[in-house]
């Protein structure tokens, strides 16, 4: 059904656009330095998280790749929302912190039922 196609590419599409942008600012904002400073991760950290999310969102974006692939990339985005939340309120970061965390782990979860539904689709019209 191209509502299916539809919603899966406007989540997945969002979802992605925010991942790049913060692997963008995590290696050129200065201020990122303090963040992850804040929330008590080490440097190092930053430059690995954002080449991983920029990996992630390609694998994502990129429709020939084998499903085990995407799978892999849902599961890691979703520990990495969740632990991105905890060290938030480790922190004692303000609410809007986790709320803005739980905005993108929504996307993510909608982006993932829609991927299923599209190949399930996919693969069915294969077969008639």
Not at 13 to 31: E, H, M, Q, W
Request: glycine letters at 6%; a positive charge; charged letters at 15%.
């Amino acid at each position: 059904m191209k509502r299916n196609k539809i919603i899966y590419w406007i989540s997945t599409g969002l979802f992605c656009a925010f991942l790049l942008l913060t692997s963008i600012s995590y290696l050129t904002d200065p201020s990122f330095v303090n963040i992850f400073k804040h929330l008590g991760f080490p440097q190092y950290f930053r430059v690995e998280l954002a080449i991983a999310k920029i990996l992630g969102v390609l694998i994502l974006l990129i429709s020939r790749l084998p499903s085990r692939f995407k799978e892999w990339c849902y599961v890691g985005f979703g520990i990495t929302l969740i632990s991105g939340m905890i060290a938030h309120i480790n922190s004692g970061d303000s609410v809007g912190y986790i709320f803005n965390v739980i905005f993108w782990f929504i996307l993510l979860i909608i982006s993932y039922i829609y991927w299923h539904k599209k190949i399930t689709e996919e693969a069915s019209s294969a077969t008639i």
